[in-house]
């Protein structure tokens, strides 16, 4: 079964990885227009929020 990663940057995206491999960035701040890709618009919106624990499906 794959191995599925997901880590909550601290003010920034969430990143999935898939068998240790970059996945991609999911928008967490609500701003990205791109959704749910993450296209930066956190830093310009000055989201602010910690980095949350690993979340691993597998």
Same mark, same amino acid.
């Given at each position: 079964?794959? /191995?599925?990663? @997901? /880590? ?9 990885? +898939? ?6 960035? +999911?928008? /967490?701040?609500? $701003? ?9 618009? $956190?830093?310009? %919106?000055?989201?602010?929020?910690? %980095?949350?624990?690993? @979340?691993? +499906?597998?």
């Amino acid at each position: 079964m794959p /191995r599925v990663v @997901i /880590r909550s940057m601290p003010n920034g995206p969430n990143v999935v990885f +898939l068998d240790g491999k970059f996945v991609t960035e +999911l928008c /967490r701040c609500g $701003h990205s227009q791109q959704k749910p890709d993450c296209d930066g618009s $956190h830093r310009k %919106a000055g989201f602010v929020a910690p %980095a949350a624990e690993t @979340i691993v +499906l597998e």
